[in-house]
Nanobody, 115 residues
């Protein structure tokens, strides 16, 4: 059984920064990609950032230049550094990974950007 466990969400003021982390555990044969999605109230889940194994990162248009994804392949972890946060970044952020030829999701962590 594969699990993704996220940490690092919370409340931050506009212009501030947060760092999200996600660790994959269980019987892992291969990881093809890891990344982050988010879902705001009343909206569809959208891509935030994704990094394939051995490939380059891709970002959603709304976060380009502000967010940075990083992976530690040895530890099966992925992080998301979020800077210059805006109120519209408020959402539940989900860790995502393509592990053992299947998709896995974390439980989600709340990020709220508010003064």
């Amino acid at each position: 059984q594969v699990q993704l466990v996220e940490s690092g969400g919370g409340l931050v003021q506009p212009g501030g920064s947060l760092r999200l982390s996600c660790a994959a555990s269980g019987t892992i044969v291969r990881i093809d990609a890891m990344g982050w999605y988010r879902q705001a109230p009343g909206k569809e889940r959208e891509l935030v950032a994704r990094m394939p194994t051995g490939g380059s990162a891709s970002y959603g248009d709304s976060v380009k230049g502000r967010f940075t994804i990083a992976r530690d392949n040895a530890k099966n972890t992925v992080s998301l550094e979020m800077n210059s946060l805006k109120p519209e970044d408020t959402a539940v952020y989900y860790c995502y990974a393509e592990i053992n030829w299947g998709p896995y999701w974390g439980q989600g962590t709340q990020v709220r950007v508010s003064a």
